[in-house]
């Protein structure tokens, strides 16, 4: 009860906070600079000043940027314009003017980027005329670069996120409540139990190879949550597992995965640190390092899953040389034709991803896969419509279909 | 050690001894350090050769190149992590005593207190050495874990969602001006109508079908079944195209070692 008391008050506070920034309505930052009070800094009178010019702050930054506009002088003309240049001047807090851009003729705005949100701006805007005289336009009046907390801009991303989110609750908790999910047979992941099965009938380890990233990419990640279903039943069969990683983190998380699987197994004391180990950062150390141990060791079965790289096709002509069975996978495109040449089972880009909730039936895992199907529903849907609606909108100009597709254009702009 | 070994391992010795000096020789003219300069080229000819070796089969050769390139490489990053990420970007952010210490220019003003919390992150990730509290260093794991799965939520929603959906907004039809005009200028070339209308189908029901091999909430069957054997035809095709790209690298890779080899060591091209 306490502990609920806490949570909602630490919640309140949070909201509280959160939305008082959110909220605020604070003076606009917008200035208009009066140009036509202001002549004093006009160096040479050849050509008209700009007149309104606006200072503004740049929506939904981290308080780094600032807009200029401006009305461009009357004599910038296209034709026989006496405006070669404009200048844009900016004046940090109380410091000098100092020239930070210059825009060809026709220029109405400018975005002033890198700067500092503790600091305050003002600006000028000169016309340059061919002798290279300025005609200053009034300084704004200090202007501070605002931060805002939340991107409106990426509204359409967020209700994404929140149908696919949504969508991969519902199917977890669809399974939770009992319901069978249907996940349809994936190849490579068939092998997996015979791959295991196979080392235990030849009394071979079996060497799993979790890519050559770190734990901040999601192969890895996919490759470790595989690790612990491979390792649970690896326990099972009292079979050896060898797992030689080239990161620091990938050992560490690698050792509890395989810890708990073997404790989840009921055998706990066949447990053993030794069964992973760091070999080094270095890409082709580890790649000599991980083919010695295949030669010398000879391991009856071989996963490589995770993000690979020019190592791919060096890891699996070697597990291949020895005769193990072979069973890759990798979101890479680049590195899919060498084990898809050289393995025996391959897992596909999302195969990968696929695997752990393919392998362990959990809950969790198959609603999160359901939930991702219905993202790629709605891709397909969207490109079916998104298409009919170009190509009927281009061919004979149907105001309807071009409307559907300035529709998903701005629903599907990543801006 | 069988004797064929020992008199194997004699003989490179000489033949690596006896190449270190004629190098040696050759660079007498170009450099001051000639001796030393000989035996790194020398010794990286020698490398070279002992991971080539592996070809042929696991030997005492290509061992010793192994461990010294684990050993090596293993240092290396070791030392990396800590001069780079350390030294280079934390100890300038937080502390001037360490800065001076340590020879780095202090910036003040890029001080932030979070700088401390990878820190304890860090500590506690070392707490697996202790047998007692060795259960926490799982909670930088965790919030590794979660951090970099919220991340990527949103950065492959982006890159692998939205921009994939929208890049497929093409039009079947290009340029059209009816059926008739489409046939008297029917063209195959590359810039043509035609072309550029195929391409444009290709791309459309390519996307979809390969969508469709990666749905596994369907059994894939009847017409779904044949269009996900399109899919994976089309994702057999893009692989192979990218096999022989991939291939033409990583020949260009062994150019530059046989270059090194008969240039830098043998001297034998110029």
Known sequence: MRLLIHTTLFLSVFIFIGSSRIFSVEPSPQV???????????????VAPVTSLLVD???????????LSWVPSIDDQLIDGKV???????????????LIAELPPGSNSFTDKNLNRHDTY?????????????????????????????????????????????????????????????????????????????ATEMGRPILYIPGILDM???????????????????????????????????????????????????????????????????????????????????????????????????????GNSIGAIQIAGTARPAQLPFFIAACDFTLIGEELFAASAYLSGEPKALGSLKGQDVGKAIAMIVILVGVIAVTIGNAWDVKFMNDVKDMLTTIFSTQ | MKRTTVLVMVGAIVIFGISWV????????????????????????????????????????????????????AAFWMSMGFWSTIVGNLIPRVSETLSNYFKVPYHPESYNPFYFLPVFL????????????????????????????????IRYLRSDFIEQVSATFVPLLVDWQGIGHFFSNLSLSSTGQFVAMLSNWVIFFGVLCGIIYFFFSKEHKGVFGGASKIGIWILMITFGASFGYTVMGRISLLVGRITFLFKDWLSLIS
């Open chain 1, 122 to 198: 003002r600006y000028i805007v000169a016309a340059v005329s061919a002798s290279d005289d300025e005609v200053l336009s009034t300084t704004t009046e200090p202007v501070q670069p605002q931060r805002e907390w939340i991107n409106f801009r990426r509204g359409y991303l967020f209700l994404l996120a929140l149908i696919i989110g949504g969508a991969v609750i519902y199917y977890i908790q669809s399974a939770r409540r009992g319901k069978k999910l249907f996940v349809r047979k994936i190849a490579g992941l068939e092998a997996v139990d015979e791959a295991i099965g196979r």
């Open chain 1, 216 to 318: 901040d990419d999601v192969q890895t990640l996919a490759a470790i949550t595989i690790l612990g279903r491979v390792a649970h039943q690896i326990a099972d069969y009292d079979t050896k597992i060898r797992m030689p990683v080239s990161r620091s983190l990938v050992m560490t998380a690698a050792r509890e995965t395989i810890k708990t699987a073997y404790q989840t197994a009921g055998r706990p004391d066949q447990y053993s640190d030794d069964m992973v180990s760091y070999v080094t950062d270095e890409q082709f150390g580890y790649v000599a390092a991980v083919d010695g141990i295949m030669v010398r060791e000879k391991p009856a079965t071989v996963f490589l899953l995770g993000a690979f790289f020019a190592e791919s096709l060096i890891l699996a002509e070697t």
């Open chain 2, 22 to 73: 004629l190098k040696s020789m050759s660079l007498t003219s170009t450099t001051d350090h000639y001796i030393a300069k000989g035996f790194a080229i020398t010794f990286a000819a020698f490398l070279t050769l002992c991971i080539f070796s592996f070809l042929y089969k696991d030997n005492p050769f290509y061992k010793f190149a192994e461990h010294l390139f684990v050993g090596v490489s």
């Open chain 1, 84 to 98: 070669s240049v404009y200048r844009v001047y900016r004046i940090t807090n109380d410091s000098t003017r100092e």
């Open chain 2, 122 to 153: 860090g500590i506690l990730l070392l707490l697996r050495l202790s047998r007692k509290v060795g259960w926490v260093s799982r909670w930088p794991l965790a919030f590794i874990v979660g951090t970099t799965a919220g991340f990527n939520f």
């Open chain 1, 32 to 46: 208009q600079a009066d140009t036509l009070v202001n002549t004093a800094d006009t160096v040479g009178v050849s």
């Open chain 1, 57 to 67: 702050d740049y929506k939904y930054d981290n308080g780094e940027q600032l807009n």
